[in-house]
C-alpha cells in the first residue's frame, strides 16, 4: 500500500478507538496461513475453506499428549454434529513431532488442520505466542472476524459430549458473546484455574461429581465386603 493507505488505515483505527467504534476485522489467513489442508490431505485457500464460517476454532494439540487423544474423538463428532450444521470450522494447530505423525493423528479427525511445513511452523508458533498457549489440549474460539471469544472451549465441548441439541446451545451462546481484538483479551489462565472457573459456572457438575465419588465408594465397600466373606 502506498503512503495515503497506510495513514488512512492507520488513522481509521485510532479514531476506531477514541469514539469507542468496534475494531476492523483481521483476516483469518493473517492469523493461520493463506492455506489449510482438509479431508484427505488436499490443499485448500484458507479463504476459500473459512468463507461464511461465523466461528472458527484453533485446536491445540498432539499425538503425542495422552489428554489430546482422549478429547480429539470428542471434538470430531462435536464437529460432525454440531459445528457443521452450524457455520464453525474448526482448525488443527499441530505440535507432532514429525510428519508420519501428523498423517496418522489428522487422519483421525474430520475437520482442517494448518499444514506440516517448515513455512507453516513460524506461523504456528507466532500463533501459540500471541493467545498465550500453556498446555494441550487447548481449543479457542475466534469469531469470523478473528476477534477472541474463549479459551475455554475443551471444557465447554466435553460436557455437552453426546447432547446434540446441548452443542447446539454451546455454539449459539459463542456467536453472542461479545468478541475482543486478541490484543486486548485476557489470555494464559492456567489448566488448573480454567477448569474450577467453568465448574463454578456449571455448578451441577459439582452435584454430578458428588454421586459419582460416592457411587464409586459404594462399590469399593462392596468389594471389601466380599473379600471378607470369602475369607
Known sequence: P?????YLEKNTEKMADIAGAPKPAVPMRSLIGNSLMTKGMKINSTDSVLKGKDLVLLYFSAS??????AFTPMLSEFYTSCCV????????????RDIPSFNEYFGKMNFTAIPFTSESTPIKQKLSGLLKIAGYPTLVVL?????????????????????????N?????????????????????????????????NPMLLVGLYFLIKKVMKRLADLGNEHEEEL
Not at 64 to 69: I, L, S
Open 64 to 69: 503425542w499428549c495422552p489428554p489430546c487423544q
Open 85 to 96: 450444521p452450524n457455520k464453525v470450522e474448526i482448525v488443527y494447530i499441530s505440535s507432532d
Open 169 to 201: 446451545a454451546l455454539i449459539e451462546s459463542w456467536k453472542k458473546k461479545d468478541a475482543v481484538p486478541i490484543s486486548d483479551a485476557k489470555l494464559g489462565k492456567s489448566m488448573i484455574s480454567t477448569l474450577i472457573s467453568y465448574v463454578l459456572k
Open 143 to 167: 469469531n469470523s472476524k478473528g476477534h477472541f471469544v474463549t479459551e475455554d472451549a475443551r471444557f465447554e465441548v466435553s460436557a455437552v459430549h453426546n447432547d446434540k441439541s446441548k452443542g
Open 2 to 6: 502506498n503512503y495515503h493507505t497506510r
